[in-house]
């Protein structure tokens, strides 16, 4: 039997970002791919990313975390995920611990703090973009990524050339689109995706620019598909938008499930992500969600 078997889960969204939190806190276990692709599969804990908490690694941090596609992979962030564990790790009657501080919680991709900033409103510290070729990482060396070039050319959409690259602790590439609701994601997506040029796969985002402060964007997840909202998409779309010049520093991304604010601010650097949260329910892993899993 899994030792997940009988283990408590919230179902959450951000912005209809479908997140499932489990809480290992306590508990040596570590998520397997084949585990997190078997509680995918349930409609109850149905995910576009598994945020699993872990003690905390680093000192001063309030947990590790996880982060689980659809198809088992890992991601190194999750910005609406990472703003529903804060609700959890804060609200949640069992999962909650008293703090007298913002959390400040930590992924393999680096720390993560996090402000609430009303009930349900928080506001994650995504930290620096990462901009150099090797550390979004792209196959083939670009002393600039504002615009780079890939193989694939799609006789249905022969504009989709010249996208941006950025890492925001998972990698990145932006397409400047006229009509960001124009394209069939599903057709789309997993060819770029799963372009040679991108080493470790991509998120891949269709951005239409609408104003200085407004950005309109869909976005297809490396391991998940199309989602309702990226956080980590929207993050990294601003930030490839103000370097081309095409938006400033600070805009509203609207995504399909609704808009977050996203600021690349300038004294140090950092991009911040601030939107909703929503508890949908809770339930139990079935022990028969494992009865096949090695």
């Not at 909650?96 to 009303?118: M, N, Y």
């Not at 022969?158 to 590439?173: D, F, I, K, R, T």
Request: some cysteine; hydrophobic content about 40%.
């Amino acid at each position: 039997m899994s030792a997940l078997s009988n283990s408590r889960f919230l179902k959450m969204n951000g912005l209809g970002n479908e997140i499932t939190v489990l809480d290992l806190r306590g508990s040596l276990h570590r998520v397997s791919a084949a585990e997190a692709r078997a509680i995918a599969a349930d409609p109850r804990s149905r995910f576009d990313q598994l945020m699993v908490l872990h003690d905390p690694v680093t000192p001063g941090t309030d947990a590790y975390m996880r982060i689980y596609n659809t198809d088992g992979s890992e991601s190194g962030a999750c910005g609406n995920g990472t703003r529903c564990v804060a609700w959890a790790m804060t609200a949640d009657p069992i999962m909650s611990r008293p703090v007298d501080h913002d959390l400040v919680l930590e992924t393999k991709a680096g720390l993560l703090p996090v402000e609430r900033v009303s009930d349900r409103v928080f506001t994650v510290d995504m930290g620096p973009p990462r901009l150099a070729w090797n550390e979004i990482p792209l196959r083939d060396p670009y002393p600039d990524t504002r615009t780079i070039a890939l193989d694939t050319r799609l006789p249905d959409a022969p504009e989709l050339q010249g996208p941006s690259a950025v890492s925001m602790g998972n990698p990145h590439v932006i397409f400047w689109v006229g009509n960001a609701e124009g394209y069939d994601l599903a057709a789309i997506g997993p060819v770029f995706e799963h372009d040679p040029a991108l080493p470790e796969r991509a998120n891949t985002s269709f951005a239409q620019i609408t104003g200085p402060e407004h950005i309109v964007l869909r976005v297809w997840e490396r391991g998940a598909g199309a989602t309702r909202a990226c956080g980590s998409a929207a993050c990294a779309t601003l930030v490839a938008a103000a370097r081309k010049g095409l938006t400033g520093r600070k805009a509203v991304v609207a995504l399909p499930g609704g808009d977050l604010v996203i600021e690349w601010r300038e004294s140090d650097d950092h991009v911040l992500m601030t939107g909703p949260t929503e508890l949908e329910h809770e339930g139990t892993l079935s022990p028969a969600l494992f009865s096949e899993v090695a």
